[in-house]
């Protein structure tokens, strides 16, 4: 446990957990095997992730029973616990912490034949992410969740996780680093819209305001804010067993930095190898290719060793992430899981590369309960990363558990 | 004799189908339960339903007579076959 004599430790894991320290996000491997194209079906909001409806609370029960306190779709909380393991031990970010926790309600407002309006809201507690609200929106909502329209079936303003790549609970990769997109903080207040004009087709698009800098501080009170623009298109057709996506974010110039606007787009798809093969083969496999510029705020922290010149001269690059995922489910509860990331941090300088290898195992031991295990094999081609100094090129180990009502 | 055939075939296809559909249920059990009894509320019981209901409901379901935003896109991947299996399948569970 964290001490106070271990708090450059625990500062340490605050700075390198960012990409850990999402809670509830939803799971394109199961979208794919009901043909589901519609992240309302779990989730309130329909980019995916965030707090569950009742359908998602029972779908995550994984077969469990849920008890009555959390069979209600208004209110539920979370918390994570991450122990890791550095296999470097002089290495300062190691031990057991919280990770995240929070709370959250969803109180509906008003409710007519065609809408329903919401309040959805969700609160940090703790954890290596500063306590405030993560989610805080109004949404109006078609009640027909199976309306084919180009216009908007969802309407959502206020603060909320955009919609950006893979949307999974698999977060310590370099594409969720590489586009800050993993906590996303960067886009804060906006509004959103999204809709099905077909089954098969998802959209989201959107306008936020508010984010860190380039170099990766908090906008803080009385600073300018940027505004982003986003997009979504997710294409999944009901008896294909994969889905397609592309996303794009692209912000305004800083006012007052000399520099270009930050911008991140991401390619994605899955594979449902359990639908192709009749459920012979139970696996899904996840890929992701994303390019990001001047959103590199984070190399400068602690994912390179080199913090005071090479980190920040990579910050306004623009950079390639690869992600790789593959998940097999040996029976209803426990999955194998194989991950390969590799980031290359300026593209002009492709041999500068990181690769990640990471084998583990998920288990689901009680209703929205799971603990996740993973050992991960890093290696980097980047002058002074060989040693494993960064915190990109270090061989670990390292446990979730989760719990949700 | 003839009828003797007829039962033992009839017999022996309803186990074939049955376990077709106990390897296509691999997505129902979910929702469902492994044995076809749902620990939640919101989601039916199937085991040991009766085997017209549930070709109904799929096959209503599936082609928009019903609708449910879980059950319509799940059951739009499912062809006349398969609603077949899955019927027989859960239908012969007790």
């Known amino acids: 446990m964290f001490t106070q004599g271990r708090s450059a430790i625990f500062t340490g894991l605050i700075a390198f957990s960012s990409a850990f320290s999402n809670l509830v996000a939803a799971r394109p491997e199961y979208a794919l095997r009901t043909g589901i194209n519609r992240c309302t079906a779990c989730h309130y909001s329909p980019a995916g992730g965030g707090p569950r409806n009742l359908e998602g609370k029972y779908y995550g029960s994984a077969g469990f029973k849920l008890s009555p306190f959390s069979a209600q779709q208004y209110a539920g909380a979370e918390v994570k616990f991450l122990y890791y393991s550095p296999e470097k031990r002089s290495e300062v970010r190691n031990g057991l912490a919280a990770m995240a926790g929070s709370v959250w309600a969803a109180i509906p407002l008003t409710e007519n034949e065609r809408t329903t309006t919401r309040l959805v809201g969700e609160q940090n507690i703790g954890g290596f992410t500063a306590a405030g609200p993560r989610h805080l929106y109004l949404q109006i909502a078609d009640r027909d969740g199976l309306k084919k329209s180009w216009i908007p079936q969802h309407i959502q303003f206020g603060r909320m996780i955009p919609p950006f790549g893979l949307m999974t609970d698999e977060h310590r990769t370099y594409v969720r680093l590489q586009s800050a997109s993993a906590w996303n903080q960067n886009v804060a207040i906006g509004l959103l819209l999204s809709g099905n004009p077909y089954d098969s087709l998802h959209y989201d698009i959107g306008a936020m305001n508010g984010g860190p800098l380039n170099d990766g501080s908090r906008l803080s009170a009385g600073q300018a804010s940027q505004w982003a623009y986003l997009g979504n298109l997710r294409f999944q057709p009901a008896r294909g067993g994969f889905l397609f996506g592309l996303s794009a974010v692209h912000y305004d110039a800083e006012v007052g930095v000399a520099k270009t606007s930050r911008a991140a787009q991401s390619a994605y798809a899955a594979f449902s190898l359990h639908r192709w093969t009749g459920g012979r083969v139970p696996a899904t496999l996840l890929a992701e290719y994303a390019e990001a510029v001047n959103m590199n705020g984070t190399f400068t922290n602690t994912f390179v060793s080199d913090v005071t010149a090479y980190g920040p001269s990579v910050a306004s690059t623009r950079s390639k992430g690869i992600l790789g995922q593959l998940n097999y489910d040996l029976t209803a509860k426990v999955q194998l899981q194989y991950k390969f990331d590799s980031l290359i941090l300026d593209s002009n300088f492709p041999a500068d590369a990181y690769d990640r290898h990471g084998f583990g195992v998920k288990h689901y031991f009680g209703p929205n309960m799971w603990f996740q295990m993973r050992y991960e094999r890093a290696t980097s081609s980047r002058p002074g990363e060989e040693a494993g100094i960064g915190a990109g090129a270090i061989d670990a180990f390292w446990t979730v558990v989760n719990a949700a009502i | ?94």
Not at chain 2, 1 to 28: D, E, R
Not at chain 2, 46 to 57: N, P, V, W
């Open chain 2, 1 to 94: 004799m003839k009828w003797l055939v007829f039962l033992i075939l009839s017999s022996l296809a309803t186990q074939v189908f049955a376990q077709a559909g106990k390897a296509k249920a691999a997505t129902c059990v979910a929702c469902h339960g492994e044995a076809g009894i749902s620990v939640n509320p919101l989601w039916p019981n199937l085991a040991g339903q009766k085997k017209e209901y549930i070709l109904k409901q799929m096959a209503d379901f599936r082609d928009d007579r019903r609708r449910d935003p879980l059950m319509s896109p799940v059951s739009k991947t499912l062809s006349d076959q398969d609603i077949q299996d899955l019927a027989e399948y859960y239908s012969s569970l007790k």
